[in-house]
């Protein structure tokens, strides 16, 4: 797989209804929100979480498209893999006990077995230097916090449980056995994201063309495949890629950015669902090498 020899940027649109997209362990899972202007956050670690879910779902997790971070994974020993596939099983022990950092030999070829087989690797990068060291990946694909087009509210609801976990809290309950719990939800958001793909760093881990085509399979289905109570109603509802005509770039990622636009409509008090509003793309005009592509929307 050769790598891409395109620099791409774009605009990810996805909304949520009576949800909470990301919660924030810091506030008790309230959805994430800019205490500034009361916009909804979610974060770009939530969103590749969803693409590798996918990614895995879709793919078996077997390489070239395994999944380096996922529920439950001891990396160290993915990294010792690393290791036995080429050949270097004897530097990840001294005496049977102390583990060695590698040659720089070693830790290179580890690192490049990593962006082979692991889609996420080569996608988003990760540090990979941790106990057996298979060095660290800066990945081609960056993506940003999304941010709500409008400020949100969240809600609380107490909800109840008809039983509870132990026979003593049955006892001091008499018998009535039920827990109470709080949810959050957000009664209605559309978040945008920005996201850009370096065609240099992907030279660098193997980042190619069924990588990136997959990429925006991922973006476009991953709430699909991702359904919780807890997260409502959540989906892809615009996907905007602005291709650049080489590596380096024909015009800079921001002002590209401005020509795609979502805001509230004029006879809308309260958004409850995405015809609420209007998104309007700009696509005449376009810089000297830029080609737009709406992939949804």
Known sequence: MSAIQNRYDFVLLFDVRDGNPNGDPDAGNLPRIDAETGRGLVTDVAIKR??????????????????????KSVLNN?????????GEEQQLA?????????????VERARKWMCQNFYD?????????????????????????ARSVDPIIAQEHAITRMAVATEEEAEKQQGDNRTMGRK?????????????????LAAQTGFGGEDLDLLWQALSQMFEHDRSAARGEMATRGLYVFEHG??????????LFRRITSQRREDV??????????V???GEGLPEGITLHRLLG
Do not use: W
């Open 78 to 86: 993915t990294h010792k893999r690393a290791y036995i596939a080429i």
């Open 50 to 71: 969803k693409v590798r879910n996918f990614v895995g779902l879709t793919r078996e997790e077997r390489p070239p498209y395994d999944i380096y971070i996922k529920e």
């Open 94 to 106: 001294d005496d049977g006990k102390k583990k060695r950092k590698g040659t720089a030999e070693a």
């Open 121 to 145: 690797v080569r996608t988003f990068g990760a540090v990979m230097s941790t106990g057996v060291n298979c060095g660290q990946v800066r990945g081609p694909v960056q993506l940003t916090f």
């Open 269 to 278: 008090t309260v958004a409850r669902q995405f015809e609420d509003y209007r």
């Open 184 to 200: 959050f939800t957000v009664p209605y958001g559309l978040y945008r994201a920005h996201g850009f793909i370096s065609a240099h």
């Open 280 to 282: 309007e793309v700009t």
């Open 246 to 255: 080489g590596t380096l770039g024909n015009a800079p990622a921001h002002e």
